[in-house]
């Protein structure tokens, strides 16, 4: 198994087909992020204010869209959703 | 990757990591009779219960059940079960008994006194403690080994931390050969239709969403509020989690990725093939991890988010948290921290080899703190009104 450098991450992608990361300290609306995607190197700009634990959008979803965690199915957007938004109970639904 | 780890051989092929005598009070009023026996011989382990005689029909039965499967647990090399009077204790001793498990029972109602129950429990347990701690540990491979996995007070880490980590630690010892048993109907809900995917056919995917089902109509029966609209809880809104959904997702994380063999019901013995099981329990983490323990793991991983002390008497219990406040308040209580998945970006799959080898450890002798301190309790359910 190979490790990479250790590095503080300020955003963990649990799984290469998510659309949301989840902020390992809390963020302010405006900050650059880099992060690790599927192998490759990417950023955000964060739109909101974003506390701790809490989810960021990695990617536009439209309105009706599933939001992916873990590889799966976590809700539905009930807002247009935009790259570096916070994704909460505000704009999301249960799919259920 | 290492492949055997060192135990104790039972007579009915069982291997323990410990070599426990446990003494198990099987009515409320020898609680504290079983008690002094335990404060008085080293090597002994406590099992009490709360409720005895008074139940009957399905909790009578599980009570049987729970009692006699941590008896016959591996880690146990000898048993006493002691009661009120002989058709109370007997028929349990006599069960575990059918295994090969030395045992005893003593009925405080024949011997007449508190100290004579003493005595002879005491009598008892020192030979069988004398026995088998002249018992040698040999190596055996990892397809004996069990372990549960349990969460308790989860926070915003658990997901992305402590869960990932144990689940890849579930792998490893599950494509060593080994068992790994998932309990807590209630924290799976959200998820059983992820879970019901890895069954190895439609029997056992059935099985599950049943058992997901009956748990859910049991709830409102209880008078609990539907546990599908009252989840997540404001707390967990508040640490981020927006569905039921991803918070059941990432307590499943925690038992790796493999078919699901089969569904246990409460205490439940695990078959012999290996692999992973699910086993229908309470949340409470007492109940669940004395469910675990009957069911015949020999070892359990416990991530806490925010911290719970407490562990099995028959199952040493490694407690792990990934975060990193926890870890601060916590130390004491923690036996392995996880945080710097969090804080310095280790990946899963280094933490997750750190957590299989304390697996490994632990399994050869090393103590966690729950058993160093005797923070352990047994819990058995108790399902509706009892009389």
């Known amino acids: 198994m190979k490790e990479k450098k250790?590095?503080?991450?300020?955003?963990?992608v649990m799984h290469k087909d998510d659309n949301v990361a989840v902020c390992l300290r809390a963020l302010n609306p405006g900050e650059t992020i880099?992060?690790?995607?599927?192998?490759?190197?990417?950023?955000l700009k964060t739109m909101d204010p974003i506390p701790l634990g809490h989810k960021v959008a990695l990617k536009d979803i439209q309105l009706g869209k599933?939001?992916?965690?873990?590889?799966?199915?976590?809700?539905?957007?009930?807002?247009?959703?935009?790259?570096?938004?916070?994704?909460?109970?505000?704009?999301?639904?249960d799919f259920s | 990757m290492k492949t055997e780890f060192l135990g104790y051989q039972r007579k009915d092929g069982g291997i323990g990591i410990r070599n426990y005598v446990a003494v198990i009070s099987a009515m409320d009023t020898v609680n504290p009779i079983a008690g002094k026996i335990v404060d008085l011989v080293k090597g002994t382990v406590l099992i009490t219960d709360l409720f005895g005689r008074k139940l009957a029909g399905f909790n009578h039965e599980i009570r049987f059940r729970s009692l006699v499967g941590l008896g016959q647990n591996p880690n146990v090399g000898a048993a006493i079960v002691i009661s009120l009077h002989r058709p109370s204790a007997m028929p349990i001793a006599e069960a575990i008994g059918k295994n090969g498990t030395d045992v005893e029972f003593i009925a405080f109602q024949e011997l007449g006194?508190?100290?004579?129950?003493i005595e002879h429990g005491m009598r008892f347990a020192?030979?069988?403690?004398?026995?088998?701690?002249?018992?040698?540990?040999?190596?055996?491979?990892?397809?004996?080994?069990?372990?549960?996995?349990?969460?308790?007070?989860?926070?915003?880490?658990?997901?992305?931390?402590?869960?990932?980590?144990?689940?890849?630690?579930?792998?490893?010892?599950l494509e060593s050969g080994g068992t790994v048993l998932l309990s807590e109907t209630p924290e799976i809900i959200g998820a059983e239709h992820v879970l019901a995917k890895r069954a190895v056919n439609s029997r056992v995917a059935k099985k599950l969403l049943n058992t997901v089902k009956k748990m859910e109509a049991l709830a409102i029966k209880a008078g609990f509020s539907d546990i599908r609209s009252s989840n997540p809880s404001a707390d967990n809104i508040k640490g981020g989690l927006t569905t039921l959904a991803e918070k059941s997702l990432g307590a499943i994380l925690k038992a790796g990725t493999k078919p699901l063999i089969d569904?246990?019901?409460?205490?439940?013995?695990?078959?012999?093939?290996?692999?992973?099981?699910?086993?229908?329990?309470?949340?409470?983490?007492?109940?669940?991890?004395?469910?675990?323990?009957?069911?015949?793991?020999?070892?359990?991983?416990?991530?806490?988010g925010l911290g719970n002390?407490?562990?099995?008497?028959?199952?040493?219990?490694?407690?792990?948290?990934?975060?990193?406040?926890?870890?601060?308040?916590?130390t004491d209580d923690l036996d392995l921290d996880l945080s710097a998945i969090i804080t310095k970006g280790l990946s899963i799959e280094k933490a997750?080899?750190?957590v299989f080898e304390e697996i490994l450890k632990v399994a050869n002798g090393k103590m966690t703190f729950s058993e160093i301190v005797e923070l352990t309790q047994s819990t058995i359910s108790v399902v509706g009104p009892s009389v």
């Open chain 2, 113 to 117: 006194s508190t100290l004579k129950c």
């Open chain 1, 66 to 93: 599933s939001i992916i965690k873990y590889g799966e199915i976590i809700g539905k957007a009930t807002k247009e959703i935009t790259k570096g938004q916070h994704v909460h109970t505000h704009n999301v639904t």
């Open chain 2, 352 to 354: 997750g080899k750190t």
């Open chain 2, 263 to 304: 569904v246990l019901d409460y205490a439940e013995p695990l078959p012999t093939q290996p692999g992973f099981y699910f086993m229908h329990t309470a949340a409470p983490a007492c109940e669940s991890l004395t469910g675990l323990a009957a069911g015949g793991v020999q070892l359990v991983v416990f991530n806490t």
């Open chain 1, 34 to 43: 880099s992060f690790q995607y599927a192998d490759a190197n990417m950023q």
């Open chain 2, 126 to 173: 020192v030979k069988m403690v004398k026995k088998l701690s002249d018992q040698k540990r040999q190596s055996f491979p990892l397809t004996n080994l069990k372990i549960g996995v349990e969460c308790g007070g989860s926070d915003f880490s658990s997901g992305i931390s402590g869960n990932p980590a144990v689940g890849n630690a579930s792998d490893r010892l």
């Open chain 2, 309 to 330: 002390p407490i562990a099995n008497p028959v199952t040493p219990t490694i407690k792990v948290t990934g975060n990193p406040h926890t870890v601060k308040k916590s």
């Open chain 1, 6 to 12: 250790s590095v503080s991450k300020i955003l963990m």
